[in-house]
């Protein structure tokens, strides 16, 4: 079992640059998940998904973060324009079947964005 | 306000020493307790998981328990090794209308450093 790929690991951009974080998905899991983790705010939900369908994006920051899932083996977390404000680490996770099941969250290793 | 608190934000102990870590939660209706090992520069690993009819669970070295009705919960770590040194998350969720995953709320976590 591969588990769940992150990719880039590390991000160094400019400020108003359009960023695409990506995640691959353990083969078989119907729940995605994408965190972002700061010393300050610790770890936040931004995003889940459920069949590739959104089901709360609550956690989204703001209308510059968008994220797709076009298919079950692969999702996007993008954000335009970036801000200094975004520099953080991004998990993507999954999980089978809902969180009454007590399944566990599978994270990958996450992107470290640095927006100067 | 549904919260997570952990304590103690950091703590020091000796090879071969056990310790316990807490959480107390404000979350309901609480659906199931989670805690996570964060590795410096990785992605958290599930530990346990529980809802809200278990009062303890174990894996390997590790126990976390649940008192349900002080909302308390607390992970002890036993004969520690140097691989224990991570961050600690506990995670809490609780049943949100519409949702199929449920609501997490998530405690800052421990830094527990393990010394030789």
């Known amino acids: 079992d591969a588990g769940v790929i992150q990719s880039p690991r590390h991000e160094v951009t400019e400020m108003g640059q359009e960023v695409t974080l990506r995640c691959k998905p353990i083969s078989g899991h119907d729940y995605l998940f994408w965190y972002r983790q700061t010393m300050m705010r610790g770890l936040e939900l931004l995003i889940y998904?459920?069949?590739?369908?959104?089901?709360?994006d609550s956690g989204m920051p703001e209308d510059r973060f968008s994220a797709k899932m076009p298919n079950a083996s692969f999702s996007t977390l993008k954000i335009q324009p970036s801000e200094p404000r975004d520099s953080a680490v991004y998990f993507c996770?999954?999980?089978?079947?809902?969180?009454?099941?007590?399944?566990?969250?599978?994270f990958g290793d996450g992107t470290r964005l640095s927006i100067l | 306000k549904n919260q997570v608190e952990q304590s103690p934000q950091s703590l020091i102990i000796l090879e071969g020493k056990n310790c316990t870590l807490q959480?107390?939660?404000?979350?309901?209706?609480?659906?199931?307790l989670r805690w996570y090992k964060q590795d410096t520069g990785r992605g958290p690993v599930s530990l346990t998981i529980?809802?809200?009819?278990?009062n303890t669970k174990s894996n390997g070295r590790y126990t976390a328990t649940l008192d349900a009705d002080t909302k308390q919960s607390s992970l002890h770590i036993t004969a520690s090794q140097l691989s224990d040194s991570a961050s600690y998350i506990c995670?809490?969720?609780?049943?949100?209308?519409?949702?199929?995953?449920?609501?997490?709320?998530f405690g800052q976590g421990t830094i527990l450093t393990v010394h030789p």
């Open positions: 959480c107390n939660y404000t979350v309901s209706p609480f659906s199931n």
């Open positions: 996770a999954s999980s089978t079947r809902r969180q009454t099941s007590n399944q566990p969250q599978h």
């Open positions: 995670v809490v969720s609780y049943n949100a209308g519409g949702t199929s995953y449920g609501k997490l709320t």
């Open positions: 529980m809802t809200f009819s278990e």
């Open positions: 998904f459920n069949n590739n369908v959104p089901i709360d």
